[in-house]
Structure formats: C-alpha cells, structure tokens
C-alpha cells in the first residue's frame, strides 16, 4: 500500500511522519535548519525508513507545512527530486474546512492552522487549541471548524533561555515539576517561576477567553512540552502531543 509523507518544519524541530492507511506508522525528528539540503534529508531519511523496513519508494504523496520560509526551498526539492512527487504546501488559503476569519488570512502561520484541523477533526468544536513550542499559542476554533484568530506568547524553553542569557549569575536549567512552589535555592526557585508561571499563564488566559468568547470551549493542549502539564491543571480537557500530523493527514482526507 502506498505511504504519504507528512513534513511538518517548525522554528525548532523539523517532524517527518510516515502515513499509511489514515495513521502514522513511524516518525522521525530533525533540528531545524534552513542550510540542511535536499540530498542531506534524503541521505537521513533513507537510512531511518530503512531500520524500519520502509523504502523511499514506497511514498506515493508529500504535504509540507512550514513556518520556516527558507527550509522550504530543501524540503519541496526533497519530495520532487528524491521522492518523485509533487507535495502539497500548507498555506492559509488553501486548508480545505478551515476558514479563516481574521481581517487578514496570510499572517496566520500554517503549522497554526493544522492544528486547528487536527483538533477539530478528533475533538469537534468550538475548543482552544493550545500548543506548546517555540512560542505558546491559544488558538480559537469555531463550533464550523473556522479559525477565530488567539494569543501568541513566548513558549517555555524561550523564556527559560532568556533568563538564562540576560542574568550572568542565573545557570541554565531543565524543565521539570518542583516538589515545592517556594524554592529554597537558585535552581529551584527558577524551576518554580518556570514551571508554575507557566501553569498560571495557561489557567490565566483559558479562563479570559472563556470569559469573552461568552461559550464554553473545550480545551485540548499539543505540543513539545504540554505533557508537562497534564496532571496539574483542570483547565485542559484533553492532552494530544500528535495533532500537527493529525491536521496534516486530515487535510490529506480531505483532498482526496
């Protein structure tokens, strides 16, 4: 049977997810780097499909999404050159079932939009969608599927590196739940400011768009880091760390 490529490049990680029969069978990560050619993501792929018992050749059709305008120009030249197909790039005018209603369409990141597609195909609407990466998003999905616009802010490993970089004597620190909320030394108490200003940031905001949006929406978190959340907050209905490959192979169905 023949396999879909779904190639979803991020600000930080590049995700290439082998699609069969409607669900991904196998997924690989890269760093996201607009130097890395067209042949060198071959030479990768090839050998990770491989140890798995996949072949090139087996992919039939790509979709790309990108908020990365520069690594484009490789991954488009992977899919022609070394896949034999013409893949699908994500853009806002051209998610089928998402209709996007913000004065203007275009400066909606695409990987922002699949999501919404993925969400609203496993979860139905109205929801928000809030996905944890280089920046944290809450975005506003209609009881029709549309796009309703949300909130951008800075994810946690930014902020993280941030104090880092602009403190001389604060260290570079994992992410992780502390046992306590008042911290007993420096490590801790960046631990907690992180950890738990992340969890008021997320309880904050759901609740304010609850309050404005005048309707209940359900909540449903995705991304790098939100596994570090369930658990400990009520204000997140459903945790799916796969919905930007869900949306992308839902848009896939939808094509077809």
């Known amino acids: 049977m023949s396999k879909l490529l779904a190639i979803d490049v991020g600000n930080t990680n590049t995700v290439f997810a082998l699609v069969q029969g409607g669900e991904a069978i196998a997924q690989w990560r890269a760093s996201t780097s607009s130097q890395r050619t067209a042949d060198e993501y071959a030479v990768w792929l090839h050998q990770l499909m491989q140890m798995e018992g996949h072949e090139l050749s087996d992919i039939s059709r790509c979709i790309i999404s990108t908020v990365v305008p520069q690594s484009l120009f490789h991954v488009r030249n992977l899919a022609r050159r070394h896949l034999s197909v ?18 203007n369409p275009s400066e909606v990141g695409a990987d922002r939009l699949v999501t919404a ?29 549309g796009f309703e616009g ?19 004597r604060l260290p570079r620190i994992a992410i992780e739940k502390p046992v306590k909320i008042i911290g007993t030394s420096t490590v801790g108490a960046m631990q907690s400011g992180i950890f738990w200003g992340y969890v008021g940031l997320i309880e904050g905001l759901i609740a304010r768009i ?6 209940s929406l359900k909540v449903v978190a995705t991304g790098g880091v939100s596994s ?9 209905d459903h945790f799916d760390p796969e919905l930007t490959i869900k949306g992308l192979i839902e848009i896939c169905n939808r094509l077809s």
Request: proline share 7%.
């Open 150 to 168: 949300g909130v951008i802010s800075p994810g946690i490993n930014l902020s993280m590196q941030a104090l880092h970089d602009a403190a001389a």
């Open 117 to 145: 597609a993925g969400a609203f195909a496993h979860y139905g609407g109205p929801l928000i969608v809030v996905d944890s990466g280089t920046a944290t998003t809450f975005d506003i999905i209609a009881e029709d599927g």
């Open 210 to 215: 609850q309050e404005e949006h005048g309707a």
């Open 228 to 236: 570090l959340f369930e658990g400990v907050t009520s204000s997140i």
């Open 86 to 103: 013409d893949p699908f790039i994500v853009e806002a005018s051209s998610i089928p079932g998402v209709p996007v209603r913000i004065p």
